[in-house]
T-cell receptor, first 111, second 110 residues
């Protein structure tokens, strides 16, 4: 039944070692989003794809990149993770209008 | 997008109605009010949204004041599983970009 699937559920990486988080969807939605949520904070939008069009938020660090090879998949790449990037990363999808469907998130720990 | 103000926390007895307020005094005419909730360690879940009229679905009711400057989310019979952070978000209908505020932590007590 899972509609937005994020793998892995938990990821540990070393300071400075590149890491990729993945998201897939079975809803055929054309919009996909990545959010970062640090402990005890609200989710913060990093960027989103409208079809193949990439939309970056103004305050998203350059260290964060994204790829969307097709409708179903989207990846979040962190090129050189710092300790401050430890957080839950949430993927979400939607149609042009309507509610967002979120995955369960990937908890990333940078050591 | 308009900013929202919510109380940081609220308690509710199990089986009673939970009424969660939200102020959005700078809302403009084409902006919708959305409610999501986030249970601990899970992704946010859509609850309901509205523009002007009151709305009801299987999860909750949304009451929007006539001037649209505030709204109330009503969970008619709260259960322990409704314990979560509830986010009120105001956004333009032309985009689904959700900018989350701090939300209200609702604790349902047995």
């Amino acid at each position: 039944d899972a509609m937005v699937i994020q793998n892995p559920r938990y990821q540990v990486t070393q300071f400075g070692k590149p890491v990729t988080l993945s998201c897939s969807q079975t809803l055929n939605h054309n919009v996909m989003y990545w959010y970062q949520q640090k402990s005890s904070q609200a989710p913060k939008l990093l960027f989103h794809y409208y079809d193949k069009d990439f939309n970056n938020e103004a305050d998203t660090p350059d260290n964060f990149q994204s790829r969307r090879p097709n409708t179903s998949f989207c990846f979040l790449d962190i090129r050189s993770p710092g300790l401050g990037d430890t957080a839950m990363y949430l993927c979400a999808t939607s149609r042009e209008l309507g509610e967002l469907f979120f995955g369960s998130g990937t908890q990333l720990s940078v050591l | 997008d308009a900013k929202t103000t919510q109380p940081p926390s609220m308690d509710c007895a199990e089986g009673r109605a939970a009424n969660l307020p939200c102020n959005h005094s700078t809302i403009s005419g084409n902006e919708y009010v959305y409610w999501y909730r986030q249970i601990h360690s899970q992704g946010p879940q859509y609850i309901i949204h509205g523009l002007k009229n009151n709305e009801t679905n299987e999860m909750a009711s949304l009451i929007i004041t006539e001037d649209r400057k505030s709204s109330t989310l009503i969970l008619p019979h709260a259960t322990l599983r409704d314990t979560a952070v509830y986010y009120c978000i105001v956004t333009r209908g032309a985009t689904n970009k959700l900018i989350f505020g701090t939300g209200t932590l609702l604790a349902v007590q047995p």
